[in-house]
């Protein structure tokens, strides 16, 4: 009797033990996925500084691309950045984003003589630390070109950001708007349709004439 009593008496303990470090397992084990997931580092307390950072970021972008301010434009990305354009380009580092950006609207033969570009981002930035982020939403974009025609665009874009030294740097960059529907497929409508239109005319106009002409010499 006393030894089932002792027996019983020294499994407490043991199980005591048992329980104890399986809650600690499990309340551990999230913490340390919620740190290390992805290799990402765990957030600060002031996380939302961070997002005010990244909203200062995305407005002083804004305003030197509607600024043609290129200096400030490549101020804010990395050495390594890749900037996909709307038309389709690929622009590799500070001097390649300078290159396209003069191409496009400076230079001798300038395409585009004015943007105008307001961008939204649908929601947070989704952070991977304190110093990665993915951003994405949608842009309201007026373009004037250097023929005169102007256009509104509803793109769409996308960038990673990374901090260093304290800063916000664009390290990817992607802007694109819908295939099917654009302002530049909307005008190509509008001219085919005026084409075909003037095509029309002028061949009611030449049949016209051709049948009265017809008309005249089967009446001699």
Aim: include cysteine.
């Amino acid at each position: 009797m006393n030894a089932v009593r002792h027996g019983a008496m020294s499994a407490t303990p043991v199980r005591a033990w048992l329980c104890a470090g399986l809650i600690a397992i499990a309340v551990a084990f999230p913490a340390a996925q919620a740190q290390t997931a992805g290799g990402a580092k765990p957030l600060p307390a002031d996380v939302e500084k961070l997002h005010d950072e990244l909203r200062a970021l995305k407005a002083t972008m804004e305003r030197a691309l509607n600024a043609n301010d290129i200096d400030a434009l490549v101020a804010h990305v990395t050495d390594d950045v890749i900037f996909t354009t709307m038309n389709g380009d690929v622009a590799r580092g500070p001097a390649g984003i300078r290159k396209y950006f003069e191409t496009m609207m400076k230079g001798d033969n300038p395409r585009v003589r004015k943007v105008v570009a307001r961008f939204e981002a649908e929601d947070l930035s989704n952070l991977y630390g304190p110093d990665f982020a993915v951003a994405f939403g949608s842009s309201k974009d007026s373009y004037e070109l250097a023929g005169g025609e102007s256009f509104d665009v509803a793109a769409r874009w996308s960038g990673t950001m990374v901090r260093r030294d304290a800063r916000w740097l664009i390290a990817n960059f992607h802007y694109s708007t819908n295939m099917f529907d654009n302002a530049i497929l909307d005008a190509q409508r509008r001219y085919l349709v005026g084409a075909a239109a003037a095509v029309g005319l002028v061949l009611a106009i030449a049949g016209f004439w051709a049948g009265r002409r017809y008309g005249r010499r089967s009446m001699k």
